[in-house]
C-alpha cells in the first residue's frame, strides 16, 4: 500500500465549496489510478470521481457531475477533490484511494483500488 493521508473535510453551509487534498507523502512512483469514494451512514461506499494519471481520463458519478473536479500534482503526488455548489447529500466520509502496485485502465469501482486514506469527514449543513 502506498500512505495517504487526506485533508481539507469540515462544515461548509449548503452551495458552499471545499477542496480535498490527499497526500502520498514520501512516494515517488507513479500511482496509476486515483480516485475519490464516499461513505454516509446507512449507505454504501459511492465511486465519486476516478482519474487515470497516464492519460488524466476521469469519471464522475451522475450525482456530482458539473460540481466537483478531480485533479492531481504530479510532481507532489497529491490529489485533489475540489466540491463546488454543496448541497446536504453531500455529507459523507470522503476516502482517497490509489491503484498502485495495480495498473489501471478505467472505471471508478472500489476494488480497482488497493491502498487508501483514513477519510475525511465533510458535512453540509445550514
Known amino acids: 500500500q502506498v500512505p495517504l493521508v487526506e485533508s481539507g473535510g469540515g462544515l461548509v453551509h449548503p452551495g458552499g465549496s471545499l477542496r480535498l487534498s490527499c497526500a502520498a507523502s514520501?512516494?515517488?512512483?507513479?500511482?496509476?489510478?486515483i480516485g475519490w469514494f464516499r461513505r454516509a451512514p446507512g449507505k454504501g461506499r459511492e465511486g465519486v470521481s476516478c482519474?487515470?494519471?497516464?492519460?488524466?481520463?476521469?469519471v464522475y458519478a451522475d450525482s456530482v457531475k458539473g460540481r466537483f473536479t478531480i485533479s492531481r500534482d504530479n510532481a507532489k503526488n497529491t490529489v485533489y477533490l475540489q466540491m463546488n455548489s454543496l448541497k446536504p447529500e453531500d455529507t459523507a466520509v470522503y476516502y482517497c484511494?490509489?491503484?498502485?502496485?495495480?495498473?489501471?485502465?478505467?472505471?471508478?469501482?472500489?476494488?480497482?483500488?488497493?491502498?487508501w486514506g483514513q477519510g475525511t469527514q465533510v458535512t453540509v449543513s445550514s
Open positions: 514520501g512516494f515517488t512512483g507513479d500511482l496509476y489510478g
Open positions: 484511494a490509489a491503484s498502485w502496485p495495480r495498473k489501471f485502465s478505467g472505471g471508478c469501482s472500489g476494488h480497482l483500488f488497493g491502498s
Open positions: 482519474m487515470s494519471t497516464s492519460d488524466g481520463s476521469t
